[in-house]
């Protein structure tokens, strides 16, 4: 079936460390996107990628970095930078078909980051 | 003022209650509405895609945009425990990168 794998579910983070959010899609989408969710707050987009080794900053990306090395795979590092860190995290991916679905995402499970 | 505004809940319903959801939004050049539904510590997944104005429906869903008064909602008819879930609007403009935009989301419950 296809999808997008998210892992890990759960991460404990100390503050000053850097941790990688893995993200995985098997349905040949281009474009790939980096949400957080907060309490009250929505979905803030945080990175998005339309195309492979490219990639653009979203509403909140201080203190996160990503690569596009592979039209499959778009990790999220949430650095040292990031104040506070501890939230959801979601990745979605999306086709580039035009027109009717165009905009429709779809979502992995989420990784929850707890900073400790 | 937030582009897209959605109360947050949460709305307790009884078991086959109709159940009306609802987002406000203030940019005019939104033609595209969705709705997501998201169980507790799960990623959202489509409900329902609108384009423009207009009702839709999918079986116990309806979705309906009044682009006039910049004003969606979602109808379920014989609300179910399953039901029970937070649903967050989206919407986005026609063309180029076409960025969605989410509501903070509404969490239902349904007591049987």
């Known amino acids: 079936d296809g999808g997008i794998t998210q892992s890990p579910k759960y991460l404990f983070r100390k503050e000053g460390q850097n941790v990688t959010l893995s993200c995985e899609q098997n349905l040949n989408h281009d474009a790939m996107y980096w949400y957080r969710q907060d309490p009250g707050q929505g979905l803030r987009l945080i990175y998005y990628?339309?195309?492979?080794?490219?990639?653009q900053k979203g509403d909140i990306a201080e203190g996160y970095s990503v690569s596009r090395e592979k039209k499959e795979s778009f990790p999220l590092t949430v650095t040292s930078a990031q104040k506070n860190p501890t939230a959801f995290y979601l990745c979605?991916?999306?086709?580039?078909?035009?027109?009717?679905?165009?905009?429709?995402?779809?979502f992995g499970a989420g990784s929850r980051l707890t900073v400790l | 003022q937030k582009e897209v505004e959605q109360d947050p809940g949460p709305l307790s319903v009884p078991e086959g209650a109709i159940v009306s959801l609802n987002c406000t939004y203030s940019n005019s050049a939104f033609q595209y509405f969705m709705w997501y539904r998201q169980y507790s510590r799960k990623g959202p997944e489509l409900l329902m895609y609108t384009y423009s104005s207009g009702n839709k429906e999918d079986g116990r869903f309806t979705a309906q945009v009044d682009k006039s008064s910049k004003y969606i909602s979602l109808f379920i008819r014989d609300s179910q425990p399953s039901d029970s879930a937070t649903y967050l609007c989206a919407m986005s403009v026609s063309g180029g990168y076409q960025k969605v935009t989410f509501g903070t989301g509404t969490k239902l419950q349904v007591i049987p």
């Open positions: 979605a991916s999306r086709s580039r078909q035009e027109g009717y679905g165009a905009n429709v995402l779809t």
């Open positions: 990628s339309q195309i492979v080794n490219d990639f």
